[in-house]
């Protein structure tokens, strides 16, 4: 049984005045078992950043029906949305979304405030993770008081904080160098080992590569997927840029 079933979404957009419709996703369905790392991969426009916040339950969507962990997102109503998210979805953004004027480790906790745990479960849950992540010697700093890895650390201590069920990662190398996005990846790798089920939106096919699987979308359809099975991350990132490649170019890959 697949812990996340995406069927049939439709998203519709109207303009501001009415007069025009936009199709941003259309017939997009698709599973997760527990313990995936999928990559979500497409041009600017195709659909990505959408689907990203349906299935985080900032949007709805027009028609379709996002299950996570057995329980539909359709029927919530928005207080209840938010608790669901808060406690069953993690989050890594590009740009970390730390607060600047609170420290890293009020930044991991604040999920966990928000949940009302109390202090003793905070510090049970924190103290492991901040070792795991190496960022124990950096909970007192502030964000801009250490580097864009660290920074992307903590974000991720954070989103792991409330153990949810899927972590949803918006283009988490995006603001990173080369050194600390590989560092990044071989920690989202490790972190996916454990269990911990991850979805990654991304534009950068090293990052994609890391994957288990690749979903591609073009034009707000599920176009063509990549799974890795025995392929080395070398490998995959060929596979990947071919795929890119033949759908930039309109070559038939449709899955």
Aim: a neutral charge; charged letters at 25%.
């Amino acid at each position: 049984m697949n812990l996340l079933e995406v069927k049939n979404l439709r998203k519709v957009y109207t303009t501001r005045f009415g007069g025009t419709q936009v199709e941003a996703l259309r017939s997009v369905s698709f599973g997760l078992e527990k313990g995936e790392y999928t990559a979500v991969m497409g041009e600017s426009g195709a659909g990505k950043t959408t689907l990203l916040n349906i299935l985080a339950a900032l949007d709805r969507p027009t028609s379709g029906e996002v299950i996570l962990g057995g329980r539909s997102l359709s029927g919530l109503k928005d207080q209840e949305l938010a608790a669901f998210r808060r406690s069953n979805l993690g989050f890594v953004f590009q740009d970390f979304n730390l607060l600047p004027t609170f420290s890293l480790r009020d930044n991991i906790l604040l999920p966990l405030v928000l949940a009302g745990e109390s202090y003793r479960e905070m510090e049970k849950r924190l103290q492991p993770l901040a070792r795991r992540l190496g960022i124990s010697g950096l909970l007192a700093k502030f964000p801009y008081e250490v580097s864009g890895g660290e920074q992307q650390r903590a974000a991720i201590a954070r989103a792991l904080i409330t153990d949810p069920q899927l972590i949803l990662a918006d283009e988490p190398t995006g603001a990173l160098d080369s050194k600390t996005s590989d560092s990044l990846l071989r920690l989202f790798g490790e972190i996916n080992e454990a269990g911990q089920t991850i979805l990654m939106v991304t534009h950068s096919v090293k990052a994609a590569s890391h994957a288990k699987r690749v979903l591609f979308i073009k034009d707000g359809e599920i176009f063509h997927q990549l799974y890795r099975g025995e392929l080395s991350v070398t490998e995959m990132y060929e596979r990947i840029a071919d795929t890119l490649t033949l759908l930039a170019t309109g070559g038939d890959v449709r899955a």
